[in-house]
């Protein structure tokens, strides 16, 4: 079970920090990531942090802009998002992964955290 905070409203240029808390004992051994969705849109990955040990992937619309991290001993996701865009506005979803490697299959969400950028 995850769950995410930090949504807000900010003006486009500023910065958030998403956080997404799991429960369980397994963290560490999870692929984690964070996925959005706008009105009208269909949920997009932007971020994915895999559990074997390789980098971090991003969407190429927040790539450079986002930035994905974890801390295993506190079972933590982060979405650091700075220089946000109004096209960044969207429900934010931390989402647990079905493979040992970043892919579009996520097997579990939380409810998520809205994000809204203003011009």
């Known amino acids: 079970q995850v769950k995410e905070s930090g949504g807000s409203l900010v003006q486009a240029g500023g910065s958030l920090r998403l956080t997404c808390t799991a429960s369980?004992?397994?963290?560490?051994?999870?692929?984690m990531g964070w996925t959005r969705q706008a009105p009208g849109k269909e949920r997009e990955t932007v971020a994915c942090?895999?559990?074997?040990?390789?980098?971090?992937a991003y969407s190429d619309s927040v790539n450079g802009r986002f930035t994905i991290s974890r801390d295993n001993a506190r079972n933590t996701l982060y979405l650091q998002m700075n220089d946000l865009k109004t096209e960044d506005t969207a429900m934010y979803f931390c989402a647990v992964g079905q493979y040992p490697f970043c892919s579009d299959s996520w097997g579990s969400w939380g409810q998520g955290t809205q994000v809204t950028v203003s011009s």
């Open positions: 369980g004992s397994t963290f560490r051994d999870l692929t």
């Open positions: 942090f895999p559990r074997n040990g390789f980098d971090p």
